[in-house]
């Protein structure tokens, strides 16, 4: 009687959420069906409708869910130690997928090709996420020029910038275009960095030769 009632009971939220990225992790977006999602967390796939509606709020919810996890993960290194080129470095680390098939960013770019039937709602809740990335880049771009790091630049447009950058070059990595594996990508951005935020003074643009 005790067994076929704790059948019944829906696990906790984050449960089905961490399955889904699992899922995501093992078998790729091809593997994850709603009948077997509810395998894995002990729910008919009509329960996992009834409390997710469709396919598409459950994935969208766990990107949610990941990015939270991201956010916290974003919010401790920038607020660390470190000059602001150090935490740039580790906020396009971040930001970065970890390698080919990286789940959290197939998850992205799944949510991203659903989203253009998506409803307002539906996409100011993807909005939120890109807004906060944005946010904390412009936010760690000011401090560096604040001290003196970055050369004087229009933050809001080089933080979308530097995201367009690593959006590109992140659907590379994730879909395995030769050329472009992880560390590759993380010495492009490096370089880009260096390009376009190094003062001038730090570069040499200003220097003098003495006459002679």
Excluded: C
């Excluded at 399955?19 to 729910?43: C, N, P, S």
């Excluded at 709602?121 to 020029?145: F, V």
């Excluded at 994730?174 to 260096?194: E, F, K, N, S, W």
């Amino acid at each position: 009687m005790t067994r076929t009632r704790r059948r019944n009971i829906a696990p906790p939220r984050e449960d089905v959420l961490a399955a889904v990225m699992a899922t995501v992790a093992e078998r790729g977006l091809d593997g994850l069906t709603m009948a077997g999602l509810g395998r894995e967390v002990g729910m008919s796939s009509g329960h996992l409708l009834y409390y997710f509606r469709t396919k598409d709020e459950l994935l969208l919810q766990t990107l949610e869910w990941s990015e939270a996890r991201l956010g916290a993960e974003r919010t401790a290194l920038l607020s660390g130690p470190g000059t602001a080129r150090e935490r740039l470095d580790a906020y396009i680390a971040l930001y970065v997928p970890d390698g080919h098939r990286d789940p959290h960013w197939t998850l992205w770019l799944e949510v991203w090709n659903r989203s253009q039937d998506a409803d307002e709602a539906d996409r100011a809740r993807q909005a939120a996420i890109e807004g906060a990335w944005h946010r904390d880049l412009t936010e760690l771009l000011a401090d560096g020029i604040g001290s003196g790091e970055f050369a004087d630049v229009d933050t809001d447009r080089a933080a979308t910038r530097l995201r367009a950058l690593m959006d590109g070059f992140s659907v590379h990595v994730t879909v395995g275009i030769p050329g472009t594996g992880r560390a590759q990508v993380l010495d492009q951005m490096r370089r880009y960095a260096d390009e376009t935020l190094t003062p001038p003074a730090a570069s040499g643009a200003t220097d003098v030769t003495p006459a002679s």
